[in-house]
């Protein structure tokens, strides 16, 4: 336990590495604004996430749609 508080290791370490990682690609790729910081890349940090209903999940494909440089239209 004494090693582990020292340097640990684990799935939540691997975690805060793939958070760097795509914090880093964010503010690479970002034109405006501030990246977000690595802990938001952390699935398990902050909580189960309620299911999306059917006006958020259209909302989302048409924002990617809109992104990708599609109408998001049927």
């Known amino acids: ?9 684990g799935e939540e370490r691997g ?3 793939s958070g760097f990682v795509c914090s880093v690609l964010d503010a690479c790729h ?3 604004g501030q990246p977000k910081p690595p802990i938001a890349y ?6 189960p ?4 209903g059917r006006d958020d999940m ?3 494909w048409k924002n ?8 998001g239209k049927r």
């Open 15 to 17: 975690d805060l590495r």
């Open 1 to 9: 336990m004494t090693y582990y508080h020292i340097d640990p290791w």
């Open 58 to 60: 259209r909302s989302q």
């Open 42 to 47: 952390m699935p398990y940090v902050s909580g």
């Open 64 to 71: 990617i749609a809109k992104h990708w440089g599609r109408k």
């Open 30 to 32: 970002r034109t405006k």
């Open 49 to 52: 996430k309620k299911a999306m």
